[in-house]
């Protein structure tokens, strides 16, 4: 019987066989932005669908990392409770651009799957697409007949092996609108006898799974809902490599179908589950819950096993490719797997820290085919030991909700409490379940669920979407050719108006030129500004941006005649402007150098800005950076900068860029890429505008380095002139302090903490001076005190400088009498502040601290409150402070 790793081989090494080029698996950041992560195997290879490149190769195979977990596509709920649902799994395909179609797709699959892994050809059935009303295209009879035939020489019957579907499972569509068509799916019926006839085909059962889809993308959803013929067809294929695995291990080999099929039967989980039964003394017994919300307690462990083995591995995976837990978006949905592992882990009565312990296992088994795990493995023990020790204060909050929930006597604990202990806390829904069954409660999971569609379309409100267009190739749309690259081009160059557009804003128009050297803001970059001649008149260019099809559009102050559309042109860019903007830019690149050098290659960039005064980088990082590894950043960013290495930019083919260029995760790009190459130590693509050698940027100085979200930090810098109007400034400071302390610069951080020092002193010795004054006026009152009924009562205006100093006052009064009863107040501005004490003496003669608070600051314009022992409040009419506590205390 094959094992996981021979499984995969064997699946890369047969396309191969046939043509196909092996492609390492892409990263679980996806490029797409309305997506949370890789989610399918086909989601690296969109550009070449949709024509924004050409593949470098017209068949492709590889294995591909998936999240599914958040978004359209959530599997997180269900991993645990059943044997076949993975937040991470990998996706086996194989991939066609304008090559083979479904001729060759089709008799490869069977061909794999019953001639080299064995799969009993009796046990499969296959599925063709069949339009219902009012569904698109037409009945995939192309497919059907491919089927018919290679069913038929293996020997079986294929009307009966062949079953039709509709859009739900047989049309695959990239979104609303891009490329589609009709896809074909292979089921395995994994019963005992294997003879459901293909009863069990898309019914949800556990014992007829879907093995391998193949998807003929063929068509084009246009927005007007109609279906237009692509003029190169794909093949997009994906199989779920662990259902294979597990499904070769449960029957082992598909020599016995007496259990329960599980992908947790494979050698992919077992390493994991060895872990987790040497930390708990558990063995997993592959159980499953007859009742998911009331299982037993083996059952329940089983669950657990689970659910660590498969939180791990998303977990391990996600970190190495650079995607921290946090707040928000992705980041959020990491989080939350996360501690829904910890609190499985709980129930397995496993250590703080245990979660971390699981990397080992993963790497073990995944780290030969995804070497990032193994370069990563420091990066992804911190963070999840980070995480959960964090965590650890969340869970103690979440249990401290539920019992004060259990403290109420609930009948039952309703969906919003069970979703705020979810949503804030963390605590998946069946495990509030199995809480609250410990109570013998019951959770409202109608109503939790209710609250769960409620966030759903929050999410789906919010979500970013786009319309999917196949790249026009009639080329009817050409942008604006940039010029800007080179210094010579920012004057003297001259171009021809081509459109002249209201920019919305009075006095104000956007300007097309079919040439210019104005840089229009992108990547963070903000655009030139500068000037512009044509028809007689000088506009300044106030800045510059561009459209979707690549138009360079200057925003200019005033409107040029229409008449001078056609016309020549002399733009001319502010170049004081541009190479402060362009320095600031190439520091960055040098500042993600010095960053990765030091930090780690994890390191990744966030979000950026670069303007003439300033650099932003945001940038992917686990825990706050400390003073010496920055000092280490900006020495290393000096050294290369004193060094006045080359900078140079060119073109390459995407497809044939070097491995070590580094690329952004969610920038779209094209064919043709520019590399920004510096010294030969530092190659990003980037289309921005660069200085020609390092020394150009001048001083870098690091000013601010801070969190923005967990899991990112963002560093501020500046370079050039404002650098040095920076030190100027600070020296000016400097200059100031010295004839302030008539001492050196050297000198004065010892002049400070000598006045520091000093400054403590005196406001010690201060303090005890009041303390002593208080305890003096405090001894003072006793002349003032009544005896009322066995009780001492102090009631007087006291002067004091704050309402803190009121109240210590009164304290000190109160513990010099004997069964004490008081009330103080103060005046401070135009507002009173009332103190009372009582002590038990006086409360159990009916004069409690609060009531006294409550009536007598109702007379002074206020209120207050508090307990019977102590209580403050405070009122508006300081003139009658007085007067009412002495009626008060007449009144006794």
Not at 140 to 158: I, P, S
Not at 391 to 410: D, H, V
Not at 727 to 743: M, N, T
């Amino acid at each position: 019987m094959m094992t996981s790793a021979e499984i995969r081989q064997s699946f890369l090494d047969f396309f191969h066989s046939k043509g196909h080029h092996i492609v390492p698996s892409a990263s679980l950041m996806p490029t797409a932005p309305n997506l949370l992560f890789t989610n399918a195997g086909m989601n690296p290879f969109v550009p070449y669908f949709l024509g924004e490149r050409e593949s470098p190769h017209p068949r492709v195979t590889d294995t591909q990392k998936c999240i599914r977990a958040g978004g359209k596509h959530n599997d997180l709920d269900d991993v645990g409770l059943d044997t076949y649902h993975q937040t991470f799994f990998e996706m086996l395909g194989n991939w066609s651009f304008g090559d083979y179609f479904k001729k060759e797709a089709i008799e490869w699959a069977w061909e794999l799957l019953t001639e080299v892994w064995g799969f009993p050809k009796e046990r499969l059935y296959v599925t063709v697409y069949q339009p219902g009303p009012g569904e698109p295209a037409e009945f995939d009879k192309e497919a059907h007949d491919h089927w018919h035939r290679v069913l038929t020489a293996a020997g079986l019957n294929a009307e009966e092996r062949i079953l039709r579907s509709g859009k739900k499972d047989n049309f695959w569509m990239m979104g609303d609108t891009g490329p589609c068509g009709p896809c074909s799916e292979i089921h395995l019926d994994l019963t005992p006898k294997g003879d459901t006839g293909g009863r069990l085909v898309n019914e949800d059962s556990p014992y007829c799974i879907e093995i391998w889809n193949l998807v003929f993308i063929q068509f084009n959803a246009d927005e007007s809902g109609g279906y237009s013929p692509l003029k190169n067809k794909h093949v997009d294929t994906g199989m779920g490599f662990e259902r294979v695995a597990g499904t070769l291990a449960t029957t082992k080999g598909f020599t016995d179908f007496s259990q329960p099929p599980s992908n947790y039967n494979c050698d992919l989980f077992q390493p994991i589950f060895a872990t987790i039964t040497e930390m708990s003394g558990h063995a997993y017994g592959a159980t499953l819950p007859d009742d998911p919300q009331n299982p037993s307690e083996e059952q329940r462990r089983d669950i657990a096993f689970r659910v660590l083995a498969d939180h791990i591995r998303t977990l391990s995976c996600s970190i190495a490719d650079g995607i921290l837990p946090g707040n928000e978006g992705r980041n959020y949905v990491l989080r939350r797997i996360l501690r829904r592992a910890v609190l499985y882990g709980r129930r397995l009565d496993l250590e703080d820290g245990f979660f971390a312990r699981l990397v080992d296992p993963v790497i073990e088994v995944l780290g030969p085919v995804f070497p990032e795990l193994r370069q990563q493995e420091k990066v992804i023990r911190k963070v999840i030991n980070s995480e959960e020790t964090t965590f650890s204060r969340t869970i103690e909050k979440g249990l401290q909700m539920l019992e004060r929930i259990f403290a109420t006597k609930p009948d039952r604990i309703s969906g919003e409490d069970a979703f705020t202990l979810y949503d804030t806390h963390g605590f998946p829904l069946d495990l509030t379940e199995i809480l609250a069954a410990e109570r013998g409660l019951e959770v409202d999971t109608a109503g939790f669920n209710a609250e769960m569609e409620k966030q759903r379309e929050r999410a789906r409100a919010a979500q970013r979407k786009s319309v999917v267009r196949v790249a026009d190739e009639s080329g009817d749309s050409e942008g604006t050719e940039f010029l800007g690259y080179e210094k010579a081009n920012l004057e003297g160059v001259t171009a021809t108006v081509q459109k002249i557009v209201p920019a919305g804003e009075e006095n104000r128009s956007f300007v097309v030129l079919d040439r210019t050297p104005f840089y229009a803001e992108m990547g963070g970059q903000v655009g030139d500004r500068g000037r512009i001649a044509v028809g007689g008149e000088t506009y300044p260019v106030l800045t510059t941006t561009s459209d979707e099809n690549g138009h360079v559009l200057h925003t200019v102050e005033g409107t040029p005649d229409e008449k001078t559309i056609g016309e020549t042109a002399l733009p001319e860019v502010d170049r004081s402007f541009r190479l402060a903007v362009q320095r600031h830019h190439s520091a960055t690149h040098v500042l993600h150098w010095a960053l990765r050098k030091v930090l780690g290659p994890h390191v990744h960039q966030a979000g950026s800005y670069v303007g003439p005064d300033r650099l932003r980088f945001d940038f992917a990082h686990y825990e706050q950076i400390s003073p010496e590894q920055l000092r280490e950043i900006e020495d290393l960013c000096r050294e290369r900068v004193l060094a006045n290495d080359p900078v140079k930019g060119y073109e390459i083919p995407f497809n044939e860029k070097p491995e070590d260029i580094i690329a952004f995760f969610g920038e779209k790009y094209g064919d043709t890429v520019r590399v920004v190459d510096i010294g030969g130590w530092s190659r990003e693509l980037c289309g921005g505008t660069h200085v020609s050698a390092t020394g150009e940027i001048g001083f870098l100085k690091i000013v601010a380095e801070s969190a923005i979200s967990a899991g990112t930090r963002r560093i501020e810098a500046l370079c050039g002139e404002a650098a040095h109007e920076l030190v100027e400034e600070r020296f000016a400071i400097l200059e100031q302090l010295g004839r302030a302390f008539s001492a050196q610069p050297g000198e004065i951080p010892r002049r400070v903490l000598e006045l520091q020092e000093r400054l403590a002193k005196a406001e010690q010795e201060l303090k005890q001076f009041k303390a002593r004054e208080r305890a003096d006026k405090a001894a003072g009152l006793k002349e003032e005190v009544r005896e009322v009924d066995g009780l001492q009562v102090l009631a007087k205006p006291l002067e004091a400088e704050n309402p803190n100093d009121l109240r210590s006052l009164a304290v000190k009064a109160f513990q010099e009498l004997d069964n004490g009863l008081l009330v103080v107040g103060g005046v401070f501005g135009r507002k009173v502040t009332l103190v009372a004490m009582a002590s038990e003496a006086a409360i159990a003669k009916g004069f409690k601290a609060g009531d006294l608070i409550r009536q007598l600051t109702a007379e002074l314009g206020g209120k207050g409150g508090g307990k019977p022992d102590f209580a403050m409040g405070g009122g508006s009419d300081p003139d009658k402070l007085e007067p009412v506590l002495k009626n008060w205390l007449q009144s006794l």
